[in-house]
C-alpha cells in the first residue's frame, strides 16, 4: 500500500510499504517486516520480547537498567539503552527508515523514569493519611507518563500501542491531538489467563525449552523474604529481575 513515511525531521516522502497482517484476531497489527518495540525490560517485558521473537517479529527493547538489556540481548534481541539515546522515538525512526515502529508495547506502566513532577506528586501523596490520599488518587491522581508519552511518538502512524504497565491515576493528561492525528489504536488491561492458558501451556510444558523458562527466575525465596525481596526488585538491585517465593 502507498503511504507516508518520514525520513527525517523534514524529510516526508510518499512509498510503497507492506500491508499490514493479523495472524490473529487479538495480535497487534505488525506487517512481514515490521517492528515491534517493548519499553521496559523487567520480568514482563523480557518475556515479551521472547515471545515475539519465537513469533518470527522483528522486536527491540528499550531500558536503562544493564542487567535487564544483557539478559534480553544475550537471546539474540536488540536493544537500546535509554541512557545512551537522546531521543528513543527518533532512534527507532531511525532503524526504521523513518517510519516508526509498528506496535509498541508498554511494559513500564506508572513508575516510569523521567516524570519528575508526577513522581513528586507520588511520593508526596505516599505520606498523606489514607483518609485523605485514597480519594485524592482516584480523582486527581496522576501516573509517570514518560513511557506511555515514548510509545505515542516511537509508533508508527496507524499503529498500536498496547499498555501491559500498570496506570492507576484519575487524571492523566493525554496528548490527544497527537493520538487523533497519527491514528493510533491503544489497547490496555488486565491480563486474560483464561483466555491464553490454552496456548501458552504448549510452550510451558513443551521438552524444548523456547522461551528459556528454566533459567527465567533469578531468585527462589520463601515467602518470609518477601518484604525484602520485593524493595530489592523495587531498587533494581543487581540479581533481582525475577523472583520466585516458594511456600
Known sequence: MRAVTRQGRRDMRTETVPDPSIKEPTDAIVPDGGTLLVLGLGPVGDMACRLAALRGLDVVGVDLVDERLDRVASRGVPVIDLRAVDDVAEAVRDRTDGRGADSVIDAVGMEAYGSPAASLAQRITAHLPDAIAEPLMQHAGVDRLAAL???????????????????????????????????????????????????????????????????????????????????????????????????
Open 149 to 247: 508519552n515514548t510509545a505515542i511518538d516511537a509508533v508508527r502512524r496507524g499503529g498500536t500501542v498496547s499498555l501491559i504497565g500498570v496506570y492507576g491515576g484519575a487524571a492523566d493528561p493525554l496528548p490527544m491531538l497527537k493520538m487523533f492525528d497519527k491514528q493510533l489504536t491503544v489497547r490496555m488491561g488486565q491480563a486474560n489467563v483464561r483466555r491464553w492458558l490454552p496456548d501458552l501451556w504448549p510452550l510451558v510444558t513443551a521438552e524444548e525449552d523456547r522461551l528459556g523458562l528454566e533459567s527465567f527466575a533469578t531468585q527462589h525465596l520463601s515467602l518470609e523474604d518477601a518484604p525484602e525481596a520485593y524493595a530489592s526488585f523495587q531498587a533494581k538491585d543487581p540479581g533481582f529481575a525475577k523472583v520466585v517465593f516458594c511456600p
